[in-house]
């Protein structure tokens, strides 16, 4: 959407599409998208051997089209890009050069362009965005006006922040720092909060909504700004909200300042509740499981939920602690998350598991975005997997814990429970952890699409 909005003001011809089968995008290509010359795609690392796959065909059909890759993959592993299959990759920032290089048609001399690279050998940039109120205010007409679905939703998305000062070592941000240490020197960006304020007027304004979801990874990180953010928040805009923090950043007295404000869903991760575990492999900030507890249970006096996001089949967790961290959410009412780890690669956490030997064997996709088979070898962490397929039962009913556990033993339950349990879990952990923010007849349009996505990983 920033991109869409550079290129707008370029007066440059663009369109997104949210691709959800091939054929179709391809019998797009022959007809309305028949005149376009670069196409471009979001890469996280999840994404990248399906859009290999597209790219193929793209390739066969359409060869003198130019494929360009940009987002958190390409910016991470350049050198595992197929450059066969894409003949640009945007390293970092897209936004301060795409206008130029598309404008000019400098994709067509097939050379490096600032930061939009096509041979790797040669010298290149590495680019970041520095401040984020220079930054265009996102083109949501994009999107809301092609699909109806996105627009209908009752929920609206912001993001008013990059980057984050930890150093958890399964997240792009410490990996950035590690490989970018001049260039992604600045650790956390915000927006302005007046900035930030206008925009959500400005969007409601045209896209009414019922509530908002914030999807920065910490909203609260920087107190000063928090502060006066939610002060203009509670004035101007007042709708129930959902957004993402950290445990050791509500403490003390700040901790009124969430209290108080329209918050209906707080995203938290514990990821673990061994210690050992999320302190020495995770390197999550810091926050003990007794301080986690206390603050659950303090914003469910006040009415609000706590979503609880954990990983499971990480590096010597054992089935203890799977069960440790359900009878924790039992405990303390959160609704529970858990995913099971997938080490991307470029994050601390792969080059860990590989130095470690813990793959299971021809362990080298990245999944696609749900997962529900280990990354780690060894039968403990397959039965860790199964009670992951039972997360929307066992967060909520303790008595089931020590059975799942149990049955967990039999191969025939481990592959019955992710061939059939695995997608209902999914539907069920999301309902839980949405419920409040949408109304029921949204969820059930969500749970489809949910389950759509579900099936083809
Ligand atoms: C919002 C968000 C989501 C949203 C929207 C996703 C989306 N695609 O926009 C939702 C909730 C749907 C989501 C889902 C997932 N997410 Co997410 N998400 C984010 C988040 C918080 C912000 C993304 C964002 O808008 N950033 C702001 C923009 C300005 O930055 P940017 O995306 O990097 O884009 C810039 C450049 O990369 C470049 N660029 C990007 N795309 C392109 C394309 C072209 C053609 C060009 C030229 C340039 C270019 O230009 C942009 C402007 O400078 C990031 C974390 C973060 N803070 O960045 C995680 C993040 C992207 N998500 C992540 C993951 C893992 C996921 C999931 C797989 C999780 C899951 N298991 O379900 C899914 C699927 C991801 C997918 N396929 O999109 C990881 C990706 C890790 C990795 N190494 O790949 C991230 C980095 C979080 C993390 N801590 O590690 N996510
Ligand atoms: S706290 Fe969240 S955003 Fe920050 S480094 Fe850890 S996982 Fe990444």
């Not at 206008?198 to 909203?219: C, G, H, M, Q, V």
Request: with cysteine; glycine share 4%; hydrophobic share 40%.
């Amino acid at each position: 959407m920033m991109i869409s909005a550079v290129l707008v003001q370029a007066e440059i011809v663009h369109d997104v599409e949210i691709i959800e089968d091939n054929e179709s995008f391809i019998k797009k290509l022959h007809e309305e998208y028949a005149s376009y010359d670069v196409l471009g795609f979001y890469c996280a690392n999840t994404d990248y051997d399906r859009i290999c796959i597209i790219s193929k065909l793209i390739r066969q059909q359409f060869p003198e089209k130019i494929i360009i890759l940009g987002g958190p993959n390409p910016t991470l592993n350049p050198e595992t890009v197929d450059f066969e299959l894409f003949d640009f990759i945007c390293v970092g920032d897209g936004l301060v050069h795409i206008a130029q290089w598309l404008g000019e048609h400098r994709f067509a001399k097939k050379e490096n362009f600032h930061n939009f690279v096509c041979n790797l050998e040669q010298p290149y940039e590495e680019l970041f965005i520095t401040n984020l109120d220079e930054t265009p205010e996102p083109n949501r007409e994009l999107y809301y006006d092609k699909y109806p679905f996105l627009k209908n939703m009752g929920v609206r998305r912001f993001l008013f922040s990059i980057g984050c000062p930890y150093l958890c070592t399964y997240c792009h941000n410490n990996s950035f720092r590690t490989r970018f240490p001049d260039s992604y020197s600045v650790k956390l960006l915000f927006k302005s909060p007046e900035k930030a304020i206008s925009e959500i007027e400005r969007t409601l304004a045209k896209y009414p909504s019922e509530s908002i979801s914030f999807s920065d990874d910490n909203l609260a990180i920087n107190k000063p700004w928090f502060r006066e953010f939610i002060k203009l928040y509670k004035e101007r805009v007042g709708l129930p909200f959902l957004c993402s923090t950290t445990a050791n950043v509500l403490r003390g007295k700040f901790i009124n300042e969430m209290l108080d404000s329209p918050v209906k869903i707080v995203g938290m991760a514990m990821e673990t509740t061994n210690e050992h575990i999320r302190t020495k492999i995770l390197k999550r900030p810091p926050y003990t499981n007794e301080e986690f507890g206390a603050l659950v249970d303090r914003l469910r006096e006040r009415g609000i939920k706590t979503r609880m996001m954990n990983i499971f089949c990480l590096p010597t967790q054992t089935l203890e602690d799977a069960e440790n961290a359900f009878y924790f959410a039992n405990k303390h009412k959160a609704d529970m998350i858990v995913n099971i780890l997938v080490p991307y690669k470029g994050t601390e956490i792969f080059d860990y598991c590989r130095d470690n030997d813990l793959f299971v064997d021809g362990y080298e996709k990245e999944s696609d975005i749900y997962c529900a088979r280990p990354a780690i070898k060894g039968v403990e962490m397959e039965r860790i997997a199964t009670m992951q397929n039972y997360t929307f039962l066992l967060s909520k009913i303790s008595f089931l814990i020590p059975i799942v556990k149990s049955m967990s033993r039999w191969r025939w339950f481990r592959e019955f429970s992710f061939r059939f349990v695995a997608p209902v879990n999914i539907l069920g952990m999301n309902a839980w952890a949405w419920l409040g923010l949408f109304p029921l007849r949204k969820m059930i349009v969500l749970g489809i699409k949910t389950y759509t996505s579900f099936k083809r990983s």
